[in-house]
Each structure stands twice: as C-alpha cells, then as structure tokens.
C-alpha cells in the first residue's frame, strides 16, 4: 500500500473512531499485514465498526446494568448480593465493574446493598444474602458464565445441605454483563441463567452486514494471522478465544483474549518489530 493511501485510510479511521487518534504507526503496521486488497478491506471493515468503550460510553451502559439490576423483581436492597464473578481476590475486570458500578447504584438508592469481591462470600452470605447479581465486564463465548454459574449452584446447594436448611429455602441468581457477544448471551441464557448484558455484538465476521462472503472473509483473517508467530500460545486463538470474532476494547482495560489476536499479539513469525494496536497482558503468552 503507497503512502498516500495510507493516509487517506488513517485519516477516515480517525474520523469514524476517535479513539484511534495518535495509532498512526500501530494502524500501519496492522495494514502492512495485508497481502491484497481484500485483506485490507477486511481490516479496514473491522476496525471502521469496533466497539470501543469509552468513559461515556462506559458510563451509559454501567448506568443501564444498574437499572436491570434495580429494576429486577427479585431486588430488595436488604437480601440482594451484587458479586463480581471472580473466584478469588487476583485482579479481575468483574472487580473493576463491580466498583465502577457503585455510583450508578446511588442514582436508585440503593446504597446499601451488599457488593463483593468474589464468587466464595457469596456462598458464606447465602442464608442473609439469598438474591445474587453476578457482575462482569464482558463474555465471549458464556463458557466463563456459564460454569461460574454452576460452580456457585452446587457450593450455595451444598452449604445449604451442611446448615440443615431446608428445601423450602429458595435463591436467585441473575448475571449482568457490561457487554457480551450475541452468540455467548444466546448459550448463557439456553443454559437457563437468567442474563442481561448493556451492550451485545454481533460476531463481527460472520454476523456483518457488510461481508457478504463470510467463508472468505474468515479465509483472509486466518492468512492474516499466518504473519503471527502462534508458538507463543498454546493453543493458538483463531478468530478470537472460541472463535468469538470480538472486536471489543474498553478505555484502560485488558483487551479480551475473544478479540481477534491480530489486534493483540505482539510477535510476528518473521521476527521484525512489531506493536499491536492494543497491549493485553496474557500469563500463557510466552514472551521467550
């Protein structure tokens, strides 16, 4: 691609998202990936309908997974327990969500309602706290969810069973997610988990309205990804974490493993320099 090109595509990025101000060099190096035009379409599409969260962005939907939440029959400010879906204390985007949440919660009154740390305080807590909100910041495939879920049911059922309680005890446990892909939300609630999530995207190959041959399209991102070195995960995510086909990025946060890798990973199988359009820390990446 010549330099003039370039800079007319930069220049309409730009204009269409705001957020790629100053990626002039990340851009071009993503662009100089391509082989032909069709791949640089496919870049350009991709990158053209991105969804980015930023502070209002973030806002507006932290504001509407607060009203599901509130909103919710089962919410009562005394027996409600908004927990992140963390299973530990180890840094986590559930606990970043869970405290961003808090002064959305304060727009409906509900100062007072339990919010914690992980998915264990709420099993100790179940018999004060039986009404659960399960928080987090973004589900790629609702595998994650999905056995979160499980885990918590059998633990809240066998607690339960060592306190002698008795069957007429019941529990509720909603999931609400600041976004999720279209498919994921779909497998969540076929799960029969009752789920919202503020902002859900379609898959964004196979689910665009703009690439009419979607086998194709999926055929150049895979030859895309061919220029990455893809020894340094094992396994390698095509297409994204259970081919999720992501292209989800929020302001200061991890970009998810369900984003298409050649938006992350930081190798290529030449061995030139290079820097992605966005730094995700990953512990099974190997930086050797």
């Not at 969804?51 to 607060?66: G, I, P, V």
């Amino acid at each position: 691609m010549n330099e003039k090109r370039l800079i007319g595509i930069l220049f309409d990025l730009a204009r269409k998202q705001n957020w790629l101000h100053g990626k002039d060099d990340r851009i071009a190096a993503l662009f100089e990936l391509c082989e032909d035009e069709k791949q640089i379409k496919l870049v350009r599409t991709l990158l053209e309908n991105f969804h980015y969260f930023d502070a209002e962005r973030m806002q507006e939907c932290l504001a509407k997974l607060a009203e599901y939440i509130v909103k919710e029959p089962h919410f009562d400010a005394g027996t409600a327990h908004i927990v992140a879906s963390a299973f530990d204390r180890n840094a986590d985007s559930s606990h970043a969500i869970l405290h961003m949440l808090k002064p959305s919660l304060a727009t409906y009154k509900a100062v007072h309602t339990r919010c914690s740390a992980n998915l264990g305080i709420s099993v100790r807590k179940i018999e004060e706290l039986p009404n659960i909100f399960i928080v987090d910041e973004f589900s790629g495939t609702g595998n994650t969810i999905i056995n979160s879920v499980t885990w918590l049911k059998r633990n809240l059922n066998d607690k339960l069973k060592q306190n002698n309680i008795g069957r007429d005890f019941k529990f509720t446990i909603r999931v609400g997610l600041l976004a999720a892909m279209e498919p994921a939300l779909t497998k969540i609630k076929d799960a029969g988990i009752e789920a919202f999530a503020a902002h859900v995207m379609p898959k964004a190959i196979s689910g665009s309205p703009e690439l009419h041959d979607v086998p194709a399209s999926l055929e150049h991102m895979r030859v895309i990804e061919g220029k990455l070195d893809q020894n340094r995960m094992n396994p390698f995510p095509s297409l994204g974490y259970g081919e999720a086909e992501a292209t989800y990025a929020a302001e200061n946060y991890n970009i998810p493993n369900s984003v298409f890798p050649v938006f992350w990973w930081r190798h290529l199988m030449s061995g030139k320099p290079y820097r992605p359009l966005f730094d995700r820390y990953e512990k099974n990446y190997s930086e050797q």
